[in-house]
């Protein structure tokens, strides 16, 4: 074999090297990826099944309900157009109150939202972009949407 097919081949056997590990790369991220969706998209059937996703609206007054043991909270989420009954078992923020923004990572059972974390805005004039696109979109009568994959 000369030199040239030698180094050739040593090209090859590395381009293909650098595309299996980008491979596994791209799969891990895709994998750890979490989507935005609003309550409309969950009405619409826009949910990834198979994973855990975070809802965004606004907690929906007078929704706000603790079960007896102190932990278990259930409480309404809306966009404005749509709402979703959300079940959490953990301790709120400390700025969670009826009528602002937050965010729930979980999944969705049935028509409920079992949410494993719930993370609450941290001042009065900051709200997820997600969750003011989708406030934004649910006021003017269109659908919210975002990017979705199952």
């Given at each position: 074999m000369k030199a040239r097919q030698k180094r050739m081949i040593f090209i090859a056997v590395g381009l293909a090297g650098l595309a299996i590990a980008?491979?596994?790369?791209?799969?891990a991220f895709?994998?750890?990826?979490?989507?935005?969706?609003s309550p409309s998209q969950i009405k619409v059937g826009e949910v990834p099944r198979d994973r855990n996703f975070r809802l965004g609206g606004l907690v929906l007054e007078?929704?706000?309900?603790?079960?007896?043991?102190?932990?278990?909270?259930?409480f309404v989420v809306t966009d404005g157009a749509q709402e979703i009954p959300v079940i959490y078992t953990g301790i709120l923020?400390?700025?969670?109150?009826e009528g602002q923004g937050v965010v729930a990572v979980g999944?969705?059972?049935a028509e409920v939202f079992l949410a494993e974390e719930v993370l609450a805005k941290h001042?009065?004039?900051?709200?997820?972009?997600?969750v003011a696109d989708a406030l934004e979109k649910a006021?003017?009568?269109?659908?919210?949407?975002?990017?979705?994959?199952?």
């Amino acid at each position: 074999m000369k030199a040239r097919q030698k180094r050739m081949i040593f090209i090859a056997v590395g381009l293909a090297g650098l595309a299996i590990a980008a491979t596994f790369v791209m799969k891990a991220f895709n994998s750890n990826m979490m989507y935005f969706i609003s309550p409309s998209q969950i009405k619409v059937g826009e949910v990834p099944r198979d994973r855990n996703f975070r809802l965004g609206g606004l907690v929906l007054e007078g929704s706000l309900k603790r079960e007896d043991d102190g932990l278990t909270v259930h409480f309404v989420v809306t966009d404005g157009a749509q709402e979703i009954p959300v079940i959490y078992t953990g301790i709120l923020p400390d700025l969670f109150t009826e009528g602002q923004g937050v965010v729930a990572v979980g999944r969705l059972d049935a028509e409920v939202f079992l949410a494993e974390e719930v993370l609450a805005k941290h001042d009065e004039t900051y709200m997820p972009p997600e969750v003011a696109d989708a406030l934004e979109k649910a006021k003017q009568g269109g659908e919210a949407s975002a990017p979705v994959k199952n």
